[in-house]
């Protein structure tokens, strides 16, 4: 019996871990803007590639 | 830049005609005679060529990669005011932009509407590549706003301004920048993480009492008993807090609204729980509390999300300049326009708005007053003559002395109008005022009518009330208005039309009768005019339009039109806003206003009274004629206004004179007014309204302000997504206007669903009253019934709805 008492605290120590988790989450701002990272991740970073001269663009 | 592209255009006509069907390699627009060609691709305009430069300039052509057709057209980028952004060079008003500055960083954010895409994202994200001086650029796609870093002391920050500017995201110098969005939304998300914590961990200990089919052991039924309690307190105390707020401000103000009902359930289920869990009597029904709050605040997330994308609230200033330039004895310097005083000598360049009712300076002038009157062609004033706020400089700068300060011009005193200043009553918040009163009274009278029936038996009687109050909680009720009305907000949103908030969606579904602005609304703007002349011979009407394209007056620009040869023309002569002379192959050519034509002629000129948009031309000595210029319909717009006039009583009111009143007679039959000020708009709109009526007003100038504040609606059309528009309840962009009927019938079966659901609604409030009264409402019931009827209403809103978006977004 008592082993099942321990079990519910200790579910409820993890549970409100995971609770306190969320709270800085949402402080800290992570869902703030929900729409922007999904597509940031997807970009690729431009390569360094050298910057075309007038010529090269007109052709 | 004007110039620029007047002969970027003129070079291309020709090869452009043949390039009709071409689109643009920027922005995906079509291309018409405007088009720019080059070894690169086909532009629409010479502000997308020029952004398709400097993009490769700086090896980032991968931003027409990231999506499809990532562009904004730039077409009429090129009309803006190059000193635009100069107000930024006075600190006073950069200290309003700037938000932070430490260790040598500034950072600025600039809401900039024409962001859409991840291309769009991608780009502005690199903007440290374009400038040293920009250290970091970060942009928020929702709220259409990017936020830069940069070093002061190497690039202004009008030079940030005009950099993003020149890559066509043009951005929009609001007075105040955003506000504390976030910090509501963040405590709502902290309120419905609690309550979702709560509802887990309150089932996990409920579940095993229901599935044991008979109470548990006392040891675990008392421990989970109190465990439920705890977990429950913050809920209540927390998460659930302002619905009490909420009711205890109405109950203060003598009314009831739907939280009265919500609060006295919530506080009825909390307060019997805890009696019996205390008093070891039952396990009470926490399970059903938790997740109830846990239901309506996301139903309250929901809501709040739909309309957090368009920042909305606009006032006059921000059709105002921030600053002018004040000639005082120590030069000239920039001023904000609250602090001129009358007599201060302000310059006005080309397209911007004069800020105060001031005294022309110079000899001539041309003062575009399509913001205020709504009339196509600037009008011209002499030395001496008011120039009225709200009106804008054309040609060239001008010189004036300020006559009255902002607060007391013309343009102030409209927009000074008490409809500005009361909130607008929307019928869903009456509706749900009402709704909330009567189900308060029943439920209380259903209350005591239980405890009576049951009375003998005291502990039952008090069983029965409570649970009555429990369960004819109105969740379902306040869960069906967001939904369906945010789903539809968000669907109409995506189609190009957007509304202020969900309940202008059912304000929009009830309106019986839809008043029209003309200019920019049936019809496109002036430039795309259509010339008919009369009185002249072929020969003569090409010297005339080769006359024409000399000038840059956007009149002359439409006569001109699409001619190619424009040749040679000596001894030309403009007088700014009143007309044109020159010699081409030996003929003497005059156009422009009847006076002008009449002065420079010897011809007497019988000038028809009222027509404005008449030009005259002469060739020679002959006697001169006319040249009218029409605005062309909006693609599809007769046959629009037509299907809505079938529904819906429609008035055409317009600030033009009344000669293309034929052309819509088919739609508006006798309902069209002509010659309309501001203030006969906002008239009819009143007069509409004490007859009853429901009325939307659709325009796009300041000259419909006050109708649109007025109506029951105001929708305001936007050719361009970072246009300044005024104050109204919904934005619709211009190309979508044809497709109002479709709009209108989405409205319509937004309302359609609502009602549904409430019908679904008080069938479940029946079973559940039903089981109280009885006395066989158990936890079980209960915890099985709320939720389901919560889910069902949230299946039936959303789903009708995004059913009925097809064709809507098509």
Redesign the interface.
């Known amino acids: 019996m008592n082993v099942i008492i321990l079990l519910i605290f200790a579910g409820g120590v993890v549970a409100a871990g995971f609770l306190a988790a969320f709270v800085w989450a949402v402080r800290s701002g992570q869902f703030d803007d929900t729409t922007t990272p999904a597509l940031r991740i997807l970009l690729e970073e431009p390569t360094k590639e050298a910057p075309l001269t007038k010529d090269v663009i007109d052709g | 830049m004007t110039s620029l592209s007047a002969a970027l255009e003129r070079d291309n006509i020709a090869a452009a005609s043949a390039l009709d069907s071409a689109v643009c390699r920027h922005c995906g627009d079509p291309c018409d005679r405007a088009a720019v060609i080059?070894?690169?691709g086909t532009f629409c305009c010479g502000g997308c060529e020029s952004v398709f430069?400097l993009l490769?300039?700086?090896?980032?052509t991968?931003f027409y990669t990231?999506d499809v057709r990532p562009g904004t057209s730039q077409r009429t980028a090129s009309n803006r005011d190059p000193g635009r952004f100069a107000a930024l060079d006075d600190p006073d008003v950069a200290r309003r932009f700037v938000t932070m500055r430490s260790s040598g960083l500034s950072r600025v954010v600039f809401p900039t509407p024409s962001m859409h895409c991840?291309s769009c994202?991608?780009l502005l994200?690199?903007l440290w590549?374009f400038d040293p001086g920009i250290v970091r650029s970060e942009?928020?796609?929702?709220?259409r706003t990017v936020a830069v870093e940069f070093r002061p002391s190497e690039i202004s920050l009008r030079a940030v301004a005009e950099q993003l500017a020149s890559l066509g995201y043009e951005p929009v110098l609001d007075q105040e920048p955003a506000s504390g969005v976030?910090a509501v939304?963040?405590s709502l998300?902290?309120k419905i993480?609690?309550a979702g914590?709560a509802f887990?961990?309150v089932m996990?200990f409920s579940i095993p009492r229901y599935a044991n089919g008979a109470p548990l052991p006392p040891?675990f039924q008392e421990?989970f008993g109190v465990?439920n309690l705890a977990f429950s307190l913050p809920v209540l105390l927390y998460s659930a807090a302002d619905y009490f707020r909420a009711a205890w401000a109405a109950a203060r103000g003598r009314t009831i609204t739907l939280d009265v009902p919500i609060a006295l359930g919530l506080a009825v289920l909390f307060g019997r729980s805890a009696v019996e869990i205390l008093a070891g009597a039952g396990e009470g029904f926490l399970d059903s509390f938790s997740g109830l709050v846990f239901f309506l605040l996301i139903g309250k997330l929901f809501q709040q999300k739909a309309f957090e994308s368009i920042a909305f609230e606009r006032t006059v200033q921000s059709f105002l300049p921030l600053s002018v330039r004040v000639e005082r004895e120590s030069g000239v310097t920039l001023t904000r326009v609250e602090a001129l005083r009358p007599g201060d000598t302000i310059a006005v360049r080309p397209q911007e708005v004069v800020p105060a009712d001031s005294l022309l300076l110079d000899a001539h002038g041309a003062i575009d007053y399509a913001f205020v009157t709504g009339e196509q062609v600037p009008v011209n004033v002499e030395r001496g003559a008011i120039v009225q706020a709200g009106g804008r400089v054309t040609g060239r700068t001008l010189r004036m002395a300020v006559a009255r300060t902002v607060s007391h011009s013309r343009l102030a005193g409209l927009w000074s109008d008490p409809v500005f200043e009361q909130a607008k009553a929307h019928w869903l918040t009456s509706l749900l005022a009402r709704f909330g009163w009567w189900f308060t009274v029943i439920a209380m009278t259903l209350a005591v009518v239980g405890a009576i029936a049951w009375w003998p038996d005291g502990r039952k009687a008090a069983e029965v009330a409570t649970a009555v109050l429990m369960i004819a909680c109105p969740c379902a009720f306040t869960l069906a208005a967001p939904m369906t009305l945010g789903t539809a907000m968000g669907v109409m949103g995506r189609a190009g039309f957007y509304l202020k908030n969900s309940a202008v969606a059912l304000d929009l579904s009830r309106v019986d009768t839809i008043a029209f602005d003309k200019t920019g609304t049936l019809t496109t703007a002036a430039a795309d005019a259509t010339v008919t002349h009369q009185g002249l011979s072929d020969a003569q009407w090409l010297l005339v339009q080769r006359l024409a394209a000399h000038s840059v007056h956007p009149v002359s620009r439409a006569i001109a039109g699409a001619l190619t040869d424009t040749g040679a023309a000596s001894d030309v002569n403009e007088t700014s806003g009143r007309g044109v002379s020159g010699t081409i192959d030996g003929h003497r050519v005059v156009l422009g206003a009847a006076s002008f034509v009449a002065a420079e002629t010897g011809h007497a000129i019988a000038g028809e009274p009222g027509a404005d948009l008449v030009t005259w031309a002469a060739v020679d000595d002959r006697a001169p004629g006319t040249i009218r210029l029409s605005a062309p319909d909006r693609v599809g717009m007769p046959a629009a206004t037509a299907a809505v006039s079938a529904q819906y009583t429609t008035w055409l009111l317009s600030g033009d004179h009344a000669t293309e009143a034929p052309r819509w007679t088919a739609a508006f039959g006798t309902r069209m007014k002509f010659r309309q000020s501001p203030e006969d708009k906002l008239a009819t709109v009143r007069a509409e309204q004490a007859a009853h009526h429901r009325i939307a007003m659709i325009g796009d100038g300041l000259n419909d302000a006050g109708a649109l504040a007025a109506a029951d609606v105001g929708i305001a059309v936007s050719d361009e997504t970072a246009c300044l528009v005024p104050a109204c309840d919904a934005v619709i962009r211009g190309d979508q206007l044809p497709r109002l009927p479709v709009f209108l019938a989405y409205v319509r079966r937004a309302r359609r669903v609502i009602m549904l659901c409430f019908a679904v609604s008080i069938a479940y409030n029946w079973l559940g009253l039903t089981l109280a009264l009885t006395g066989r409402l158990t936890p079980l019931a209960t915890a099985i019934l709320m939720p389901v009827s919560s889910l069902t209403i949230v299946a039936l809103s959303v789903g009708l709805m995004r059913h009925g978006a097809k064709k809507v977004l098509a």
């Open positions: 080059t070894d690169s430069t490769s300039a700086h090896g980032m991968a990231c991840a994202l991608w994200e690199q590549r942009a928020n796609l929702m709220n976030p939304r963040r998300y902290l993480g609690v914590f887990g961990n996990l040891q421990l465990l």
